[in-house]
C-alpha cells in the first residue's frame, strides 16, 4: 500500500529524513515509533501532501503520491495530533461540512456522516458543538471526518498525545476495528510500548533513518537481546541456573 524509498529532507542546516525507506503492507496497522525530533511528522506530512520532499519517492497504492497529488487526496485520510475545531458549527455540521468537500452532499452525505459518528461513538453528540467536546471527543471527529470519503490509508499523527486513559483504550479499540475491517493505518508515537499490543508492524525511526522495521515480535526479540537482564544468585545457585537455562531467552554471562 505505501512504500518509501529514500526519502530525504533538509530544513537549513539540519538534515530532518536522510534517505528513510520504509514499507506498509495492505490491512497492515503500522506503528511509527521514535523519539520526538526524530523525523515522524516530516515525513506524515510528505507523505499527506503538506510538505515536498528534497528527494526520495512516496508510492500509494501504485501510484506516485509526490506527483498526483489529486489521486494522493483520494487515498489518504489524515489525522493530526491537534487540529482546529469550528466554534459555530455543531458535529453533524462538521461532518457535512467536510462531506461537502469531497462532493458528498444530500441524503448520502447525512446517511454517511451518521454512520462515521456511530462508528467512532459519538452519534449522541450529533447535535453538540464542537468546541465543547473533550479532548478525546475531538481526537474520534477528527478521525471521522479522515474517513468521509472512504480512503484507503490512514496516517495518524500520534492521535493519542494527550489523551486519558480510557480515552486512549477507546481509540484504539476503534483503529482496531477498522483494520478488521480492511483499512491500511500507519499511526505514529514516540512510545513503542503505546503500539505493540495492536499493531501488525513497527517501524523505529531515529535522526531521519529507519533504525529497524518488522514484526513486533521479531522486534522485542531484537531489544531483549541487545539489552540483556543480568541475574546474581545468592543461594541454591545449582538449581536457579538449571531453571535459568531451561528458558530459550536466557544466555550465560562471559
Known amino acids: 500500500m505505501l512504500e518509501i524509498k529514500d526519502l530525504k529532507k533538509r530544513y537549513g542546516r539540519f538534515q530532518a529524513l536522510d534517505g528513510l525507506s520504509m514499507e506498509v503492507g495492505d490491512g497492515e496497522l503500522y506503528g511509527f ?26 508510492t500509494i497504492d501504485g501510484v506516485d503520491a509526490l506527483r498526483d497529488r489529486r489521486i494522493l487526496k483520494q487515498n489518504i485520510g489524515y489525522v493530526p495530533d491537534f487540529f482546529g475545531v469550528y466554534d459555530n458549527l455543531k458535529v453533524g455540521e462538521y461532518m457535512e461540512f467536510f462531506a461537502s468537500c469531497y462532493g458528498i452532499e444530500g441524503l448520502t452525505a447525512r446517511k454517511r456522516c451518521a454512520s462515521l459518528l456511530e462508528q467512532v461513538k459519538l452519534e449522541e453528540k450529533k447535535d453538540f458543538y464542537v468546541d465543547g467536546l473533550s479532548r478525546g471527543m475531538k481526537q474520534r471527529l477528527c478521525l471521522a471526518r479522515a474517513l468521509i470519503h472512504d480512503p484507503k490509508l490512514l496516517v495518524l499523527d500520534e492521535p493519542t498525545s494527550g489523551l486519558d486513559p480510557r480515552s486512549r483504550v477507546e481509540f484504539k479499540e476503534i483503529l482496531k476495528e477498522l483494520c478488521e475491517r480492511g483499512k491500511t493505518i500507519l499511526v505514529s508515537s514516540h512510545v513503542l510500548s503505546e503500539l505493540s499490543e495492536q499493531c501488525t508492524g513497527i517501524g523505529l525511526i531515529d535522526q531521519g533513518k529507519m533504525v529497524m522495521q518488522g514484526s513486533m515480535d521479531w522486534l522485542l526479540s531484537k531489544v531483549n537481546t541487545s539489552n540483556p537482564l543480568i541475574i546474581s544468585v545468592l543461594d541454591n545457585r545449582e538449581r536457579a541456573v538449571a531453571i535459568l537455562r531451561s528458558h530459550p531467552a536466557c544466555r550465560p554471562s562471559p
Open 33 to 58: 515509533v521514535g523519539p520526538n525530533g526524530a523525523g515522524k511528522t516530516t515525513t506524515i506530512k510528505i507523505i499527506t501532501g503538506l510538505l515536498s520532499a528534497d528527494s526520495g519517492s512516496v
